[in-house]
């Protein structure tokens, strides 16, 4: 029997549905939280893993056993295996969830690799789920699937959600008072950003993501950390990925990559202003946002590299910036949106898409490659999880990924979390190191 849905009523959402199954390991929940009828529509829980692909230290491993080629490759062809092609609006019905961490850029291009890794975990790693709990946010419906059609299966899941009870997820959160080390001090990032200006000025590069990596001791459970930063930063791309020996906590406000019918689309994020301690400041910040040339020639640049990426997957003449320049509003902060779209070229899957384009110019910059070797060579430390990307490939074809910022990876007793911006040859040193502050401020509240 081939895959089955089945609709159900409960009282409890998708956070409150997956605190029931919390403890599983390798439970992942893809959380649209933030409360936007265009970005969050849907919600995902995967539970009752099957298969498990990983890629560590450039070996790749399906259910721990070693095989051997190219790992994008071999992810492409296990999602293949289980295709199904029922014709369904849900973008995701059955298929794999995990993530990609920023270096697996080195499996794609040739890199230096001389930073210094502070805590290792595997590169890639994707969790083929039996069941999806699906949350459409719009209709206010919610559907289990099976991929066995094993109905016991469903009936038991539905027993464990009609027993559940709701749970405050509105919490309010103190000023942290932990030491927070980095792998800058203050002067040390400001010179960092003056030498990448100095790339700049040379012509290696138009713009380059500069970013640093804080950490800190935190022995708190890891579900009660993603519980206060999605009650005080909602995302449109959160998630939580609940892994043997790590966690990943994530209220990202930024797509990557979304692939649904052979369309592909994604939001790169430029420019950022805090928010103020009242709306004369917020309408003031704003402002400054919008009008800023620099913020929105960065945007540009950007979306071109974006362009230029999806001209690799998409048939010539369908690539369209549909969205310029859009203010978004955060907990913390305001940032510029764009939106490019595309339709794929025929034979081209959802897997080769991200490929082809991983990671995000936004997060890199442009030229892309060059940007990467400046990186490895001033940030002095790997960004692992940070700036990758988390998401899914369904079974059909379709994909979802975010670009892994507000993002916290819990290991053992330390918490682990990467902050930066975007390095143009306007930029002003201090200021850069102050808005990697702004954008920090809900990750050390957490935490």
Known sequence: MGLIKR???????????????????????????KEDKKLSKYSFIGINPFLTFEVKKEKTYINDNIVEGNPFNILE??????????????????????????????????????????????????????????????NDKKYITDIDGNVENIESILNVIHNGEKVNDEIVCEKSKNIFYS?????????????????????DVYIANMTQRFWCYNEEDSFDIYKKLRSINKAPFSAYLNFEDFQIISSS?????????????????????????????????????????????????VVDLERNDFSKVCKPHTVKVTENFKLEEYATVFHL????????????????????????????????????????ELEGIKRNVYTGSIGYFDFRGNCDFNIAIRTIIKKENKA??????GITYDSIEEDEYNETLDKARALMRVL
Request: glycine share 6%; hydrophobic share 35%.
């Open 253 to 301: 406000p930024e797509r990557f990559i979304q692939v649904f019918n052979n369309k592909a689309h994604t939001r790169p994020i430029k420019g950022t202003r805090p928010r103020g301690h009242n709306i004369e400041e917020d309408e003031k910040n704003k402002l400054e946002l919008i009008n800023s040339e620099k913020d929105k020639a960065e945007l540009l640049m």
């Open 7 to 33: 609709e159900f009523n409960s009282k409890l959402n998708a956070f409150e549905v997956y605190n029931l199954f919390k403890n599983e390991r390798d439970t992942i929940l893809l959380d649209s939280s």
């Open 416 to 421: 682990f979390f990467g902050v930066g911006g």
């Open 337 to 376: 949106v764009s939106t490019v779209e595309g339709e794929l070229k025929t034979g081209v899957s959802a897997v080769r898409c991200i490929k082809e384009c991983f990671p995000g110019g936004s997060i890199t910059g442009t030229p892309k490659i060059r940007a990467m070797e400046i990186i490895e």
């Open 183 to 203: 792998n800058f001090i203050k002067d040390d990032y400001k010179n960092a950003v003056a030498k990448l200006k100095e790339y700049i000025v040379s012509g």
């Open 77 to 138: 062809s296990l999602v293949n295996e289980y295709r199904n092609n029922i014709e369904d609006e849900i973008p995701l019905l059955s298929g794999a969830m995990g993530y990609i961490s920023y270096d697996t850029g080195r499996l794609l291009e040739e890199l230096p690799n001389t930073s210094k890794e502070d805590f290792n975990i595997a590169d890639i790693r994707f969790i083929f789920y039996k069941n999806i709990i699906i949350f459409d946010l719009i």
